[in-house]
């Protein structure tokens, strides 16, 4: 596996003793996410939005409205910029100034292509099982009209930055500040409440294993 290469775009250039560029780092960013955010420039004002991930192979996908403007102008080759951030928690300095966060981050820089229609099918049911592991197999086949109303994009992982400051200290000795003040970190931490079955559904229905699978990867950790 090749280390992410260092570009003007890449290069992290603000505590850059942070920057990760292990390609495995950004695999275990993007696996661990649900949804990341999506930016363009369009009519020369720039516009983000969050979108569903999942990534398959050395791409990330997402998908969208074959009548969205959004998704159209990325299938037009728009370049775009996909970031995922993992909050770890707010680091409380002895001071506002010194005060920030522990995160990990990935920043992709890229130009999608579109799935063509002969594989969209399998790259949305890869996507469904990295956002609902499982839920393909409980509910009914998607229809030709339902894949030809979606517009699957691959977004590729070529040219993109990691930053990980998971570790860093919250205060540093001999930094003159008044220890009488507290000083300390406060974890953070996505979680998952207890299921809401719709009012539709059947009552006693149980709750499929798609959505505890779901929910104890969350618990363990396993996104953000």
Not at 121 to 139: C, K, N, Q, W
Not at 155 to 179: F, Y
Request: proline fraction near 7%; aromatic fraction near 4%; include cysteine.
């Amino acid at each position: 596996m090749t280390d992410l290469p260092l570009t003007p775009l890449t290069r992290v250039r603000r505590l850059p003793h942070h920057q990760v560029t292990d390609r495995g780092a950004l695999y275990d960013i993007i696996d661990g996410a649900l949804a990341a955010t999506v930016a363009f420039v369009r009519d020369g004002r720039p516009i983000a939005l969050p979108v569903g991930i999942g990534r398959d192979g050395d791409d990330v996908l997402i998908h969208g409205s074959t009548g969205s403007d959004f998704f159209r102008r990325i299938a037009d080759g728009t370049p775009v910029c996909l970031t995922v951030t993992h909050l770890l928690g707010l680091k409380y300095a002895r001071s506002l100034f010194d005060s920030s966060m522990r995160y990990r981050c990935a920043v992709v820089h890229a130009v999608a292509s579109v799935v063509p229609p002969e594989e969209k099918e399998d790259a949305l049911l890869a996507l469904s099982e990295h956002l609902m592991p499982g839920r393909p197999a409980e509910v009914r086949p998607m229809t030709s009209r339902e894949l030809a109303a979606t517009l699957v994009l691959r977004v590729p992982l070529a040219e993109a930055s990691v930053k990980d400051n998971a570790g860093s200290a919250v205060e540093e000795d001999g930094d003159g500040e008044d220890r009488a003040v507290w000083a300390g970190l406060l974890p953070l931490r996505v979680v998952a409440g207890e299921p809401v079955t719709s009012a539709q559904t059947i009552a006693g229905t149980p709750v499929p294993v798609s959505v505890r699978r779901a929910a104890e990867r969350v618990a363990s950790g396993g996104t953000a």
